[in-house]
């Protein structure tokens, strides 16, 4: 089975908490995190709904492997209908707490309604309550951890929370786990806040002891650790250099977009890469990067702990981040740094520390802070509104200043906050925002890569490249090499990754294990684990089916053809110079492409057939 | 041979792979909440360290025990508790100066470490090798070789 069969429904306006049964007949065709909670989400909330008013719904899901053996199996999942896109939100984290919620006998909490007043959800097996948050509410997200932790004297216990950005209504606030993890994208933790809850605590003692087939599993999930082992990938390349160590190589193709996507190519990549993390510094002979460190179960370990130089001018006076934390990963360190054209390690290691702290997604900050500075520049917005930072490219001492008010809810903090899309609308730039329904752009270019292009149009919750990582076919050659500039068969490349990560978002897996995995390795884990029938077809089709089924949730919320695009200088303003010189996005060639290949319209509807080709 | 558990905590990623295989072995469940052997994390220090019973030769658990519920397992030299013997009284959790037995409120006895019959779970399911089954005269010496590279004048040096 491995699923626990129970659901925790919270409902926060009653102050109640009851226990029911998981929807089996639902499990099956969903099989867990992101699919089932999703189908859950579907079903009870109206898609039309305001994502901070009551009547979203906010749910905390694992997979069927979440807890288990399986190597990176402590996955968890966030799913809500998300205020900075409107769309479906599914924020996927690591960490220990998700393990620490199925020990303790739950499959997905529900939270519905709001609270009068801040709250936290203590969990202590079936012992549940929700307790007064009051002493919390204005506390950052690490303050809270340790509060809650000082309470009750239990080390072992696991706190998701907010900080105070989510508090403060920013539109990209994350929910944090372990203090370093988050459930990062689309604003998650500001629907959190919406509620009234501050964090939930969990402490798990019964263990899983259902795998449907236990002799099948642990020889499938050994299996598997072996292939992971082996890989170059996942056995070397993560562990050794976490995702950084991607900064030198999509510079290097011509793929890293630099200063809110104006240029690409980012002079000061080198400076802000893994091998520079690894560099022993002049001040006290230590690197950036200390060591890895593992999330739940996991066999590769590619997390970085870090420190900041203690002589750095961000940390200098303030002994509290000179420990180690959570390091930057390479979409946090393209964001805060290629993005916003800072090149200066410590200082992002800083505002990375902070965006844990506070429990901002770091993408859609520094995406953020990316197209502020270039209203900057530009002269639509000066020091009056920025509270007297000369926000400009480069410049580490404002972005360090920026961030500070950020979190403490300074003056430019309200319109930061409110994510690209909304503060270019608002000083009339609406095409300086770097986004697809509303959701910030990670760190690859479209101009450089076709695929991903098409792949972050189309995204469920807004411009994502875990939506369809084809990064890995286009520039790593996993699991077969495509031209980055071709867009031959790339609608085919993106649904394919669309839909096998779905299914691995549901499975309770991290999806970094697909640069060594196929559905081949997969689907006989989660078969042995589970009742039913869950070969690579069915795994397959499940995925399929979860990504229309999302759509569909889109659809309701009043999204159309219309909104899967790009902004128009992805597709009209060619790169300048590098191996990719002169190149657009060409999203027009693709996009018919990709709806003919999903069964959908030529206006992108998904029609009976298809819906009823996958039990929808 | 006897063999014993060589841990070295710089290579733990603090992924409990080894409290899984621990718990799945002695409990039948994935539970680390049963595990004997625990991962701890300094956050700030940026350390993981792995740590279970060292089998004392002279064990002051067993020593300690009023009702002979620990003896040895003479194929592996492990300290082994008997469920059937102990009654639970926690005398030994108080003795070993290491805090690496443990009362166990699911059963109301003492759990420690038992080398898993001479295939310990734990070090056949790390995967960096921070937990290692090797010649019991031998633990230490991967720390001992190290530092004696150390100590080596440079390559160029030498050359």
């Known amino acids: 089975m491995s699923w626990t069969r129970k659901i925790l429904r919270v409902n926060l306006s009653k102050g109640s908490c009851t226990s029911e049964p998981l929807n089996m007949e639902w499990a099956k065709l969903y099989l867990g995190q992101r699919g089932l909670a999703s189908k859950y989400l579907s079903e009870e909330v109206d898609p039309a709904c305001d994502p901070l008013g009551p009547d979203n719904k906010l749910i905390m899901a694992t997979g069927p492997l979440t807890g288990t053996m399986a190597s990176t199996a402590g996955r968890y999942s966030v799913i809500t209908k998300g205020p900075l896109t409107g769309a479906i939100a599914c924020s996927n984290s690591g960490g220990f707490f998700g393990a620490e919620l199925k020990f303790a006998g739950w499959d997905m909490i529900i939270f519905e309604g709001k609270s009068d007043k801040p709250v936290y959800l203590l969990i202590q097996d079936d012992n549940v309550e929700l307790k007064s948050a009051e002493h919390m509410w204005g506390k950052t997200a690490w303050e809270a951890d340790d509060i809650i932790h000082a309470t009750h004297q239990d080390p072992q216990m696991r706190v998701a929370c907010i900080g105070r ?100 190519g980012f002079e000061g990549a080198e400076n802000i890469s893994a091998e520079a993390m690894a560099e022993p510094r002049k001040s006290d002979g230590k690197p950036n990067l200390t060591t890895n460190g593992a999330c739940f179960g996991c066999t590769i370990a590619c997390g970085r702990i870090s420190t900041v130089d ?197 499975a309770g897996l991290c999806i970094f294990t697909t640069f060594a995995w196929g559905m081949d390795n997969i689907a006989p884990q989660i078969d042995a ?32 053809a219309d909104d899967d695009k790009l902004p128009r200088r992805l597709l009209e303003e060619a790169i300048k110079d590098g191996p990719t010189k002169g190149q657009v996005n060409r999203l027009g060639e693709m996009l018919p492409k990709y709806y003919e290949v999903r069964g959908w319209t030529a206006d992108g509807k998904i029609p009976e057939e298809t819906r009823q080709r996958l039990s929808l | 041979m006897q063999k014993s558990l060589n841990i070295d905590p710089g290579k733990c990623t603090g992924c409990l792979q080894c409290e899984m295989a621990c718990s799945y072995e002695h409990t039948g469940t994935f539970n680390p909440s049963r595990s004997y052997i625990k991962v701890f994390t300094f956050h700030h220090e940026g350390r993981f360290a792995p740590y279970t019973c060292t089998q004392c030769d002279e064990a002051w658990c067993m020593r300690a025990c009023p009702v002979d519920a620990i003896t040895v397992d003479m194929a ?13 009284c926690k005398v030994c959790t108080i003795a070993c100066p290491f805090g690496t037995v443990n009362y166990s409120q699911a059963t109301g006895k003492v759990v420690k470490c038992d080398l898993c019959g001479g295939d310990p779970q734990c070090a056949a399911a790390c995967p960096t090798d921070a937990i290692t089954y090797v010649d019991a005269d031998w633990t230490g010496y991967d720390r001992m070789l190290a530092s004696a590279a150390k100590s080596l004048p440079s390559a160029e040096a030498t050359a």
């Open chain 1, 310 to 506: 203690p002589t750095h001018f961000s940390v200098k006076d303030k002994p509290q981040y000179q420990g180690n934390s959570g390091g930057l990963e390479y979409e946090a360190a393209w964001a805060l740094g290629a993005d916003t054209g800072v090149d200066d390690l410590d200082a992002l290691t800083y505002v990375n520390f902070l965006c844990n702290e506070d429990g901002m997604d770091p993408i859609s900050y520094g995406a953020t802070v990316a197209a502020a500075m270039e209203l900057f520049e530009e002269g639509v917005i000066g020091t009056k509104e920025t509270g007297g930072v000369e926000l400009r490219f480069g410049s580490a001492e404002a972005f360090v200043a920026i961030t500070e008010q950020m979190c403490n809810g300074g003056e430019f903090s309200a319109d930061l906050g409110m994510g690209s899309k909304r503060l270019t609308e608002k000083y009339g730039k609406p095409e300086l925002s770097m986004s697809v329904k509303g959701q910030e752009f990670p760190a690859y270019d479209p101009r450089g890569i076709q695929g991903i292009g098409l792949n972050y149009a189309t995204s469920n919750r807004g411009a994502c490249h875990l939506r369809g990582y084809t990064i890995a076919s286009e520039v790593l050659g996993i699991p077969v090499k495509t031209e980055l500039n071709d867009t031959d068969g790339k609608p085919e490349l993106v649904k394919a990754f669309q839909d096998a990560t779905a299914l691995v978002d549901s």
């Open chain 2, 76 to 88: 592996t030299g492990a300290k082994v508790i008997h469920d059937d013997k102990c009654v639970g």
């Open chain 1, 529 to 560: 684990a589970c009742e039913g029938d869950w070969s690579v077809e069915n795994c397959l089709e499940t995925g399929e089916r979860i990504w229309n089924m999302e759509r569909l949730f889109n659809e309701a919320a009043g999204f159309t």
């Open chain 1, 165 to 264: 950005t989510a508090e403060n209504g920013c539109l990209y606030a994350a929910v944090m786990n372990d203090k370093h993890r988050a459930a990062g994208r689309s604003g998650v933790g500001t629907v959190m806040a919406s509620k009234n809850l501050k964090a939930v605590a969990v402490r798990g003692t019964q263990g899983i002891g259902n795998v449907d087939d236990a002799e099948a599993f642990m020889s499938a999930t050994g299996d598997g650790k072996a292939v992971l082992a082996e890989n170059a990938v996942t056995g070397q390349g993560l562990p050794a250099y976490g995702t950084q160590v991607l900064m030198n190589v999509i510079n290097g193709v011509g793929g890293l977009p630099a200063r809110n996507m104006r240029d690409v």
